[in-house]
Structures are given as C-alpha cells and as structure tokens.
C-alpha cells in the first residue's frame, strides 16, 4: 500500500508541474525578449561569436507597469505600486498592486536577432536575460492563492482512501477469523 501511495504522489507531483513557473533565457532588446535561440554566430568581422535569436520567434514584452496590472504572458517586472480606483464603494479607494520580479537577471553578454545564424542582422546591441514566468493558473484578476495542500488535494484523499479500504480488509479479516475460531469452541 506505501509503494501505491507513493508512485501516487510522484505522479500527482508530476502532473503538478504543468502549472510551474516557465524558466527560460533570451535576448532582450528594448522592452521585448526574443527566446528562440538559433546559434553562436559572427554578426561583426573581427569580433567574437555571439549568440543569434529568431527576430520571427515567441516574444515576450516586458511590462514595466505602465497598465497599473500584472498582464498575463508578459514578463513582469516592476516594484509594489498602488492606484485609486473610484468604483470601490462607497468613495473609492487605493488599490494595491504587489511587486513582480520575472526578469531574474541581466547579463553583459551581448546577443542579437536574425532569421538564422550569421544571416542579416534584424536587431542588435541587445543583453541576454534570465526570465520567470508565472503559471497560467495566476493570470486572473486576483492575486495567486499558493496554498500548497490545493495542489495535492486529489493525492491526499487517494491516498486516504486508500488507507480506509486497507483497515477494512484487515477488520474483515480480524472479524472471519475470530468468528471462525468462535465457532471451533462451540463444536
């Protein structure tokens, strides 16, 4: 029964991890990262290699507050700030808005865009970054709920499910038993 419980976790656990934050890296060049990487390549004669994005890839766009919201499928990346928003009754009232830190970090690595390595430049001068993104889960209007026993609710009535049918196999078989051996003393 622990050998179940636990291949249960492991697999609850795993599935858990569709809703885990994105890590990635990616060429930064103003307020937009480029993440698809193609290669080390020469963009400068005489100069070292660096590394080459798809200017037609995935990018992501750098929100740095301007919309007083944490915009989903963005990289976040601003202090805690406040606004007033006079439709709260019954005059309005300041509105909180929690810090986000997505853009992890900043390298001085220089990078830049292009349909593929060594092709023409599309954009240049740009840093590699280190981004985080927050799991879809956390793109409502509310703040995340990251109460941990949520994620496992499923595991944990399995496993106690599975507990309760064990203790009553095992009381069935306690009650054959002493009904059996009842039933030798009477004979």
Request: with cysteine; glycine share 8%.
């Amino acid at each position: 029964m622990y050998r179940i419980s636990l291949f249960i976790l492991i697999l609850l656990v795993s599935f858990n991890d569709a809703n885990s934050q994105e890590r990635g890296n990616g060429c930064r060049i103003g307020n937009t990262v480029f993440t698809q990487y193609l290669g080390m390549g020469t963009p400068y004669v005489a100069r070292p290699d660096q590394p080459y994005y798809n200017s037609n890839g995935r990018k992501l766009e750098i929100n740095n507050n301007n919309s007083n919201r944490y915009i989903c499928g963005a990289i976040n990346d601003y202090p805690q700030g406040s606004y007033y928003d006079n439709t709260i009754p019954p005059y309005g009232a300041n509105v909180t808005i929690p810090a986000q830190h997505e853009l992890v970090s900043e390298s001085s690595t220089e990078c830049v865009t292009s349909t593929m390595v060594n092709g023409s430049l599309v954009g240049s001068g740009g840093r590699i970054v280190t981004y985080e993104l927050n799991p879809p889960s956390s793109c409502s209007g509310q703040a995340p709920n990251n109460a941990p026993l949520d994620d496992y609710m499923l595991c944990l009535i399995l496993i106690a499910s599975g507990f309760g049918v064990l203790t009553i196999r095992k009381q069935k078989f306690a009650f054959k038993s002493s009904l059996i051996s009842n039933m030798k003393v009477l004979y």
